[in-house]
């Protein structure tokens, strides 16, 4: 990896920090997406007293421990000059209960004493830190969603292909492994995967039937890319408990940055929510760990690797849409499926993925075009926009 690698969101992040002390700064996004390197990145930057300290940790920080740390910043503003601020970073913020309350009581305190510590805030559950900011927070917080890395990103840090991206993703922890393609694996399931279901989710949040969750996660991997049926998910499940149930598991996974169910595109919110999902990661290394196929035998499958090309497109969307308008959702009629389509407000664009080794009829777009006249739509693969020209590119460029 490039010495000190600054992600695309490094210039935003250090301009916020630069600005006077107007709102609490949180990066909100899933693990081992460099949070943490970016804010000592912007730390170093910035050249002002800093106090890290995160919440990481084998048993749960509480409140008292969160004064704790505010107090250890305050006393660093104290030691410079009244108007030289200091910073404070609070890593997994989200994991010390009550914190949101307490961090106002807090931030409060110090607006009302003019005191210049500045304070960044992460968390590695998107979901609960936003609703932990929204229910104590309001209007003293600015969140800088921070997704999976992109091809852009991987290609720039470790000079990988298009085609090691679509195959290990966007995780650069796991970036040195992949000449091991077995420690890489292992590394992507036990270090990410099963880190972020039992500290993430199980441990966070209400999960009843925690093996049927990771029975869920385990089963979109297998799909991603593919409309399954909450019915048929309740088949290919054991002790399943009913849709409610899955939906709601699928929101907290979604939520922890692993896999979505994206929504049918209908041109009404009330059919869009009573569609059936269609699985999507957010990092196609996900599938791949999971899977337990090599790179060498997946590329040389037309299927496999077609499948795998769709989903990196798809991760590709998400993740660039996060934190915008932009809806990422895909189209079916009967057996006529358009892969991806964006939406924000009435600009809409159908997105069909070709890897090249399928056929290039499209009978869901031509049905698209007839249902939804007008609307913009684009081949990516085969005869359209090469996939490395369409993963350099965030979603927004792309929407009519």
């Not at 003019?114 to 968390?123: E, I």
Request: charged share 20%.
């Amino acid at each position: 990896m490039k010495a000190q690698y600054q992600r695309q969101l490094y210039p935003t992040l250090l301009k916020r920090m630069r600005e006077p002390r107007r709102f609490l700064q949180v990066l909100a996004g899933p693990r081992q997406v460099g949070k943490t390197t970016l804010a000592r990145q912007v730390a170093n930057e910035l050249d002002i007293p800093v106090h890290y300290a995160s919440a990481d940790e084998p048993t749960l920080q509480d409140r008292a421990w969160l004064n704790q740390q505010w107090d250890i910043a305050r006393a660093l503003t104290r030691q410079m000059p009244r108007t030289h601020p200091a910073l404070l970073i609070v890593d997994e913020v989200q994991k010390v209960p009550g914190w949101s309350e307490t961090i106002k009581r807090l931030w409060d305190e110090d607006s009302a004493a003019a005191a210049p510590l500045r304070v960044l805030l992460s968390g590695s559950s998107p979901l609960l830190v936003q609703q932990g900011l929204t229910e104590s927070l309001a209007g003293r917080f600015e969140i800088i969603p921070v997704p999976h890395w992109a091809y852009t990103e991987m290609k720039a840090a470790f000079g990988w292909s298009v085609e090691q991206y679509v195959y290990f993703g966007g995780y650069p922890g796991a970036a040195a492994l992949i000449a091991d393609e077995n420690r890489w694996r292992r590394y992507i399931v036990d270090a990410l995967i099963e880190t972020t279901i039992a500290r993430d989710i199980l441990l966070l949040s209400r999960v009843d039937k925690p093996a049927l969750l990771r029975r869920l996660f385990h089963l979109g991997c297998d799909y991603s890319g593919q409309v399954l049926s909450y019915q048929k998910m309740l088949g290919q499940l054991q002790d399943a408990g009913n849709t409610v149930t899955l939906a709601h598991y699928l929101d907290l996974l979604k939520g922890a940055g692993l896999l979505a169910g994206l929504s049918k595109y209908a041109g009404q919110k009330v059919r869009q929510r009573g569609s059936s999902p269609k699985f999507q990661v957010f990092n196609t290394a996900l599938m791949t760990a999971l899977a337990h196929t090599a790179f060498a035998r997946i590329h040389s499958e037309r299927d496999h690797w077609g499948r795998l090309v769709e989903s990196a497109v798809g991760a590709h969307l998400i993740n660039s849409t996060v934190g915008t308008e932009i809806e990422v959702q895909y189209w079916l009629d009967r057996n006529r499926e358009v892969d991806y389509v964006l939406c924000a407000g009435e600009s809409v664009t159908a997105i069909e993925v070709k890897s090249g080794r399928r056929e290039t009829m499209l009978p869901g777009m031509t049905a698209f075009a007839k249902a939804f006249p007008g609307k913009r739509q684009l081949l990516v693969g085969a005869q359209g926009i090469p996939l490395e020209d369409f993963l350099t590119q965030p979603a927004a460029h792309w929407l009519a």
